[in-house]
Nanobody, 126 residues
Framework: QVHLVESGGGLVKAGDPLTLACVAS????????LGWFREAPRKNREFVAAIDWRDGSTSYPPNSKKERFTISRDNTKNTLYLQIHSLEPEDSAMYYC??????????????????WGQGTQVTVSS
């Protein structure tokens, strides 16, 4: 089992950058893929990005604004990151990291992930 704890959220201004972090603990050696999702009020939980924990290959949703999001990891710190380069009010949401046993290339839905963190809230002011 892997325990995931997100941090880095808060109240931020539109146009500013933000980096979220997710620290993994427990059976870290068993991790295949970690990903980020977000959930805004009255909206479905949305896939943002995924990364292969071992080789660092990344995956983003088709037709996404992936130039504004960068997923990365630091295996030495057991930490996953999500950089949001220029925040928009529409980015306001609870951001979750999650673990998948699928490769990052296909892990794009909630059903592919089986362990979740508690989330970190991001609120963007215009």
């Amino acid at each position: 089992q892997v325990h995931l704890v997100e941090s880095g959220g808060g109240l931020v201004k539109a146009g500013d950058p933000l980096t979220l972090a997710c620290v993994a603990s427990g059976d870290v050696s068993s991790i295949w893929t970690l990903g980020w999702f977000r959930e805004a009020p009255r909206k479905n939980r949305e896939f943002v990005a995924a990364i292969d924990w071992r080789d660092g290959s990344t995956s983003y949703p088709p037709n996404s604004k992936k130039e504004r999001f960068t997923i990365s990891r630091d295996n030495t710190k057991n930490t996953l990151y999500l950089q949001i380069h220029s925040l928009e009010p529409e980015d306001s949401a609870m951001y979750y990291c999650a673990r998948s046993s699928f490769i990052a290339l296909v892990a794009h839905t909630q059903g592919h992930f089986h362990e979740w963190g508690q989330g970190t809230q991001v609120t963007v002011s215009s």
